[in-house]
């Protein structure tokens, strides 16, 4: 049988469209809040990245910034994080969830506590984005063990021989950084570069699901139909950070977004 | 885990850069592992090579000024009435600070990799002061990210940097000191790694740097070897090495020479800054037992929660207010080679009031730290123990916080 995720990338190329992954932080801009946001975007969605906030991150711009830093002020702990995993699971049209964030988050909860935590809110998948390669060997061999993805980064500065054996190492689902860039910087490459590069990769591995992030917005989405699939995050919190900034509600705005950018690559 | 003898400390690190199996590492984006690995290339192939040593040592003496002073404070140790206390005058260098040895080489190794702009971090303002002065001595561009409550609190740096023509960058996130200054500068760094060379100001972050700027300051310790022997004869039969320690890239430098010896013959005493005395947010990872965590790209003992958010610290030390600390020193503490301990601001203050009291000595607040357990202790010492405090700031940068604190009349002009 497919893992969650997989399935979900199978799906949506049966529709001949990319998958849309969703980033959110969990706890912006509250606990339920945040949990509103998921099941409100899980109806256009394919996969959800819920962010673990961390308050020294230090591959995160802006936008991602200021919904971190406001989850952490508004008391989001780990074990709430797992919560809200879990309930958003437990609801009918519940999505593939992958946590992302930084390692010190995990190392303090311990990685086997972690992972056990992870199996039992039915995380599915990891992106530990300052857990590089090859320093993430055992823990990503520890996450497959617990059916858990763990989700390998790539980018331009990645020499072809790390990309062998990155993309070896990796399990389903590969990600794709599209440029050099915090999240939440403009696209600054071309998207026949990125194209260019993410075919390169998918011609090494054309087994994994390879999604392409960082840049991809409302005005970008569309060039890059032609991959398994695409991540939008700063934007989606940069929507939240509006939609609070105007007194208007988060979760119908997001939502509104979300929908917009599904209907951008079906 | 074990200390080795006859390897530099600085080389001691495993494959992943991780020194006694768990301190330090690489724990960054993706995008940073091809720059950093040029780096390492590039540090590990200098390093020994015989012209970038004769490059960098014509810099260091025509440029910084080698060596600075060995002096011993003559007044002071009449007065505390124990051990001989002695002081490096490190602020003697260019600058002001032990922070130009590690700025002045990373500005030759960027020139070398055809880098046309360099960055750095500051907390004190002297990291990015003395960057600012490497990049224009060799003809690169230069941007300091600092946090915007340094900023307002080390003014006359910040001028400092503005005049050497470089982009000073206020860091408005979290706590708006160094930890967020550092944060930012390597999100600008995964941003721009192509075409910006990255300079950390201590022996903190991702291994490589840790390395260079250890490398770069044990100049410090070279120096002191030569002039422990022109005074003495030898390397004295006690001789107790004291200094301040915020990331730990001056205390490291001030040792590292002397890692070999008997701790029983050289002792090396860490001082970390406890902040306010009735705070907690204490700046002193070592002495108040953190635990281990990931900060800025390396694993140390750092301040943090149950969760693993990183904890504000308190200082009035721009310069020590830093909550986690060198993996160089976790390891240096780990295996009982370096003693640790802390200061409060008051105490800081104190010592600062007595060194400029009965010498022409004018340390900056972080040295002032070590002076002030320094006197501590010579005061239980046996007069033929030699006491060194590594005099590594100038208090000038501090005048405003000084005149606040202590009245106009602790604040010679110049
Ligand atoms: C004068 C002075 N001393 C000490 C420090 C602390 O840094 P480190 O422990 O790396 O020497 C600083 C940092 O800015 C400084 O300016």
Same mark, same amino acid.
């Given at each position: 049988m497919l893992n969650p995720i997989s399935l979900a990338f199978k799906n949506a190329k049966k529709k001949k469209r990319p998958a849309l992954l969703t980033y959110t932080v969990a706890g912006d801009s509250s606990k339920k809040q945040s949990l509103e946001i998921l099941k409100a975007i899980s109806n256009y969605a394919d996969i959800l990245e819920v962010g673990v906030p961390h308050n020294t991150p230090v591959a995160d711009g802006g936008q991602i910034q200021t919904s971190a830093y406001r989850a952490i002020k508004n008391g989001i702990k780990m074990n709430d994080i797992f919560k809200i995993v879990s309930d958003f699971k437990k609801t009918k049209n519940s999505k593939p969830v992958i946590l992302m964030g930084y390692y010190n988050m995990i190392y303090q909860y311990g990685e086997n506590n972690f992972l056990k935590k992870c199996k039992k809110s039915e995380v599915n998948g990891l992106i530990v984005v300052d857990l590089p390669w090859p320093e993430n060997k055992i823990f990503?061999?520890?996450?497959?063990?617990?059916? #858990? +993805?763990?989700?390998? $980064? $790539?980018? =331009? %500065? !990645?020499? +072809?021989?790390?990309?062998?054996? #990155? %993309?070896?190492? *990796?399990?389903?689902?590969?990600?794709? /950084? *599209?440029? $050099?860039? !915090?999240?939440?910087?403009? $696209?600054?490459?071309? =998207?026949?570069? /990125?194209?260019? +590069?993410? +075919?390169? #990769?998918?011609?090494?591995?054309?087994?994994?699901n390879c999604v392409i992030g960082f840049g991809i917005t409302e005005k970008t989405i569309s060039k890059f139909k032609n991959t398994d699939g695409l991540v939008v995050g700063s934007q989606i919190c940069k929507e939240i950070t509006r939609s609070l900034n105007n007194r208007q509600n988060p979760v119908i705005n997001v939502s509104k977004m979300v929908n917009k950018l599904r209907k951008k690559i079906s | 885990m074990k200390l080795k003898k006859g390897i530099p400390v600085i080389d001691q690190g495993d494959r992943l850069g991780f020194w006694g199996g768990k301190f330090g590492g690489n724990f960054v984006p993706e995008t940073l592992k091809k720059p950093i690995e040029d780096l390492e290339i590039q540090f590990n192939r200098l390093k020994n090579d015989k012209n970038f040593i004769k490059e960098r040592d014509k810099y260091f003496k025509n440029w910084i000024g080698t060596p600075t002073r060995f002096i011993k404070l003559n007044n002071l140790t009449k007065q505390v009435g124990g051990a001989q206390i002695w002081s490096k005058v490190v602020s003697d260098a260019n600058g002001g600070a032990h922070k130009i040895y590690n700025a002045t080489v990373h500005c030759l190794l960027a020139k070398r990799s055809g880098k046309k702009v360099i960055i750095g971090d500051t907390g004190a303002g002297y990291a990015g002061k003395m960057l600012s002065m490497a990049a224009k001595k060799f003809g690169l561009k230069c941007k300091i990210f600092m946090g915007a409550k340094d900023i307002k609190r080390q003014q006359p740096n910040v001028k400092a940097m503005k005049k050497n023509g470089a982009d000073v960058i206020p860091v408005y996130s979290g706590s708006q000191t160094l930890v967020d200054a550092v944060s930012e500068c390597m999100r600008f760094w995964v941003t721009n790694c192509d075409t910006t060379a990255m300079c950390v100001g201590s022996t903190v972050g991702p291994a490589i740097f840790v390395r260079i700027c250890g490398w770069s300051t044990s100049q410090i310790s070279r120096e002191l070897k030569v002039q422990l022997i022109n005074e003495f004869g030898e390397v004295p039969k006690k001789l107790k090495l004291y200094n301040c320690v915020g990331g730990g890239s001056s205390s490291f430098g001030f040792w590292n020479e002397f890692m070999d010896y008997n701790k029983k013959q050289v002792e090396f005493i860490g001082v970390e800054a406890g902040g306010p005395t009735k705070s907690k947010r204490h700046a002193a990872p070592l002495t108040y037992g953190s635990k281990i965590g990931i900060l800025h790209g390396a694993a140390q003992y750092v301040n943090q929660n149950s969760d693993g958010q990183i904890e504000e610290t308190e200082s009035i030390s721009a310069g020590l207010d830093y909550p986690g600390i060198s993996p160089l020193h976790c390891f240096l503490k780990d295996t009982k080679r370096a003693r640790y301990t802390a200061a409060s601001d008051e105490e800081a203050l104190k010592a600062y009031q007595i060194v400029t009291k009965y010498e022409s000595l004018r340390p900056s607040l972080e040295p002032s730290h070590a002076f002030s357990v320094a006197i501590k202790e010579a005061k239980k010492l046996s007069k033929d123990t030699i006491v060194i405090i590594n005099s590594c700031g100038d208090a000038y940068k501090d005048r405003g916080i000084l005149e606040k604190k202590l009245g106009k009349k602790y604040v010679k002009s110049n």
């Open positions: 990503s061999k520890k996450c497959k063990k617990n059916e #858990i +993805n763990f989700i390998q $980064l $790539l980018s =331009p %500065t !990645t020499s +072809n021989k790390r990309l062998k054996s #990155i %993309t070896k190492d *990796s399990h389903d689902m590969i990600y794709y /950084i *599209s440029m $050099l860039s !915090t999240t939440g910087g403009k $696209l600054k490459v071309s =998207p026949k570069k /990125i194209l260019a +590069n993410y +075919n390169k #990769i998918k011609k090494i591995s054309p087994k994994k | -």
